[in-house]
């Protein structure tokens, strides 16, 4: 079955006339997530965007089909973990699934979640990472790209200012906890996220790990009907690329042999508009060096001539 | 058949875990409470303690992974003690008011600064406006009959909220005595297996729980989360009755009295140094002095109409306190009694005292001291608005 098959014949799991942004990535990477999943989930939504535009529910109304809670910000790893035991010790079997912002995975909760993938917890962990607190205005985060205006980080009027530091590399810090499986996601290669999605619930033992990059139009200063293009310039300039490893065998899952300048990607947000020639190359620089980690990485992988690849 | 050991508090608390059958337990080691997970882990290794364990990174993912499983309708246990309880507070605080009937035992410790590792229950005495149920015990086999309890307690279907049974670190968590270890079939009859019935994450009977509420539903919660607290303060004489039934020990419920029926002056405390209270009021009643003690085992719900009684007809009372209350000038406990005292229309003069913070040590000397100072304070007619300070006098080099 492919993966427009495998979404064809799927119920939706969230409901209809949640309110998210027009054109929001993220609700569409949520739904197609939920569809692979299916209803035998339990899910977490920790404050964030999802949080906010009503997949839990609010008041006696909820915003899933499937048991959905709100974790902390914080724990949505270490709740999950529990759910899990309490599965356990009923004799149940169901997915665990986090479906977490940046600021719930990358900063407040890395400690719950670095814990449970230690120690090995059955749970799939999702994060949608829009590089910031966005649902609150965009604060910045550490997955907040370097150069980025956010309301944290002003820039002046003369264009000085935004971000000082890059991003963090979560999805490999994540990879080097020696994971059963992790990979990264893009709402503009959806066959390749259900792909993923089936992977995780896949593993026997152990947290499977998902990030996934959701450039936010609001936050980010983007035409609604820009959301999917831009994404896939994110992945084309190698600025995001899409790979999955199993323990420290990674693999690029898309091959990006001829990459955009990543300028052609940054000159499509507004957040970036205040950067010069000197602040783009930087950014440039930067990418390239953390491909040819990867690159090195998928070499020692098998490359493209790996099985599966 | 019943077994009789000698225990350390730590190991009591184990023992009474143990017998409960908990089905999921989550704990992060941290003195004085370390060995309690040491003797989970070992009795988990043992097979005599069949339950889901997680060893886990912090206190903070020890309350979610509890919160988490607690979800799922299963029995939850953990301990721990100051610094760890501080970390936790925010899962704490949202299982009381998810109504989750966990049962954590504290092993009291003082809160850092200054840098401190020794006893005090400033730590949970602190958190009793958290939601939390919170029984205060004076001795180990104390610890092991109200730990077990304290489920049946928790999971009674007109309370659903969790519990903590404190314990002073080092005077009791360390120290050993005679304890009595109910064997498992009688616990059985005691303490039946829990299975949620108000919330609970299945995919078989989906739900959203906890979705955004607002201000008038919240309140709603509030109000109902209050009664339940009052159900409690019959809950855990229920269970004390009948466990005295079972077992032949009662504690008196949610406050003991020792000699106190023809007393004139009544000692309140709570915790171990009640023992040291005991002895000093033998003594003091050698002397023909008419003292007693009143000691509080419920923090949380607050025994209202217990205190009340009990000091109707007294000429007055002084507390010791062995923690303190920033701002008003006493310890929480005198707080306490106060405020319970004025909702009865009664007046009675009062000495507050603090001491043994920081595992300093509660003579009997400085009790028989706290107990003639009372006296005199009382006879005074007077009401102590600040505390006097229980203090060893320094020695010389």
Known sequence: MTALDTLATREDQISPGISACVGCNVELTLRTVLKVLGPNTILAIPPGCMGGVGVVGWDKMSGAKVPVFFPLLDNSASMLAGIRLGLKARGREANVVAFAGDGATVDAGFQALSGAAERGDKIIYICYDNEGYMNTGYQRSSSTSKGSWTSTTPVSKEGSGGKPQHRKDFPLIMAMHDLPYVATASPAYIPDLVKKVERAMEVKEGLAYIHIYNPCLTGWGIKSDDSIAISRLSVQSRFFPLWEAHGRRLQFTVRVPKPVPVADYVRRIGKFRHLDEARIAELQAITDERYSFLEAMDRMGGGANAPGA | ?397
Request: glycine residues 8%; negative net charge; contains cysteine.
């Open chain 2, 1 to 397: 058949m019943s077994r009789v050991d000698v225990l350390n508090g730590n190991l009591a608390a184990a023992h009474a875990a143990r017998l409960s059958r908990p089905e999921v337990i989550a704990a992060y080691p941290i003195t004085p409470q370390t060995p309690v997970v040491e003797y989970l882990t070992q009795f988990h290794a043992d097979g005599s303690l069949p339950c889901q364990m997680s060893e886990v990174e912090s206190e903070h993912s020890a309350m979610s992974i509890l919160t988490g499983a607690s979800l799922t309708g299963v029995r939850c246990y953990t301990a721990t003690s100051s610094q760890g309880l501080a970390l936790m507070y925010e899962p704490y605080f949202r299982a009381s008011t998810l109504r989750l009937p966990i049962v954590m035992n504290i092993v009291n410790r003082e809160m850092i600064s200054p840098q401190t590792v020794w006893g005090g229950p400033q730590d949970s005495m602190t958190l009793r406006d958290a939601g939390w149920l919170q029984i205060y015990v004076e001795d180990n086999q104390e610890i092991l009959d109200t730990t077990i309890q304290a489920f049946k307690v928790a999971e009674s279907a007109e309370v659903l909220l969790p519990i903590n049974v404190c314990y002073d670190g080092f005077y009791l968590s360390h120290m050993t005595e005679r304890v009595e270890i109910p064997s498992q079939e009688e616990v059985d009859a005691f303490l039946p297996p829990y299975r949620s019935r108000h919330i609970i994450l299945d995919p078989e009977t989906p739900m959203a729980v906890d979705p955004l509420t607002n201000g008038r539903l919240l309140m709603e919660y509030r109000r109902k989360h209050m009664a339940a607290q009052q159900a409690a303060l019959v809950a855990i004489e229920k269970a004390d009755a009948e466990y005295a039934r079972r077992f032949g020990r009662s504690w008196g419920g949610v406050i003991d009295e020792y000699r106190t029926e023809d007393a004139e002056y009544l000692m309140v405390s709570l915790g171990s140094v009640c023992g040291a209270l005991r002895e000093c009021i033998d003594d003091a009643r050698a002397r023909g002095v008419r003292v007693g003690l009143l000691k509080i085992r419920s923090l949380r719900p607050f025994p209202r109409a217990r205190v009340i009684e009990a000091l109707a007809g007294k000429k007055g009372f002084g507390v010791i306190d062995r923690n303190v209350s920033f701002g008003t000038n006493t310890g929480i406990l005198f707080q306490e009694i106060r405020a319970a005292l004025y909702s009865a229309g009664s007046r009675y003069p009062a000495a507050s005292f603090i001491g043994g913070l920081g595992g300093e040590d509660l003579t009997l000397e400085i009790v028989a001291g706290a107990i003639k100072s009372t006296i005199e304070t009382v006879d005074a007619g007077k009401i102590d608005n600040e505390a006097s300070w229980l203090v060893r006098p320094e020695r010389k080099a």
